[in-house]
T-cell receptor
Framework: DTAVSQTPKYLVTQMGNDKSIKCEQN?????MYWYKQDSKKFLKIMFS???????INETVPNRFSPKSPDKAHLNLHINSLELGDSAVYFC???????????FGPGTRLTVT | DQQVKQNSPSLSVQEGRISILNCDYT??????FLWYKKYPAEGPTFLIS?????DKNEDGRFTVFLNKSAKHLSLHIVPSQPGDSAVYFC?????????????FGKGTKLSVKP
């Protein structure tokens, strides 16, 4: 069983489009995250959700919006895609441990 | 401003020898440090961690050392195996006020040659 899954794995789209990436975790964790790994390979946190409440937003453009329909899902919606949005996006979740996070396989987004 | 730095982008080691991956940090508020391992086309997976109240943590072939005065930690893999070839990320967290937010380094690509 996959603990944290993301769909799609690859996403190629044109500038200006709106797209979504889905994330699901079956670990029963309370907190979920979205990270962006850019071309320089840095993994940077974008959002986290705890019990459906946004608790971190690291200066991410408001074109990006996380949506959590329930505790097991945290989807990422991106409006008006730009070339600079091309990156690998990782979903993660955290349980009772305050530090250890479990990552999904990533979604490689390419904006042309 | 990089709070967590991994200055070696790559490391090549012979199978059976020791691999030493290094990590430096600048934020003295960090109280927990983690190492993650990442294979191509997969997400990072948790490997080992250490609290700031300790200077060493060991788990099988993996040992993490923390030198708080130098703001430096290292991951030792002994003996190294070809399956250890991956990108290793150092991460740090300051639980107070950060909700467990992890700050990652840029990663070091380890190649273990048979």
């Amino acid at each position: 069983d996959t603990a944290v899954s993301q769909t799609p794995k690859y996403l190629v789209t044109q500038m200006g489009n709106d797209k979504s990436i889905k994330c699901e975790q079956n670990l029963g964790h309370d907190t979920m995250y979205w990270y962006k790994q850019d071309s320089k390979k840095f993994l940077k946190i974008m959002f986290s959700y705890n019990n459906k409440e946004l608790i971190i937003n690291e200066t991410v453009p408001n074109r990006f919006s996380p949506k959590s329909p329930d505790k097991a899902h945290l989807n990422l919606h991106i409006n008006s895609l730009e070339l600079g949005d091309s990156a690998v996006y990782f979903c993660a979740s955290r349980g009772s441990s305050p530090y250890e996070q479990y990552f999904g396989p990533g979604t490689r987004l390419t904006v042309t | 401003d990089q709070q967590v730095k991994q200055n070696s982008p790559s490391l090549s080691v012979q199978e059976g020898r020791i691999s030493i991956l290094n990590c430096d940090y600048t934020n003295s508020m960090f109280d927990y440090f983690l190492w993650y391992k990442k294979y191509p086309a997969e997400g990072p997976t948790f490997l080992i961690s250490i609290s700031s109240i300790k200077d060493k943590n060991e788990d099988g072939r993996f040992t993490v050392f923390l030198n708080k005065s130098a703001k430096h930690l290292s991951l030792h893999i002994v003996p190294s195996q070809p399956g250890d070839s991956a990108v290793y990320f150092c991460a740090a967290s300051a639980l107070r006020g950060s909700q467990g937010n992890l700050i990652f380094g840029k990663g070091t690509k380890l190649s273990v040659k048979p």
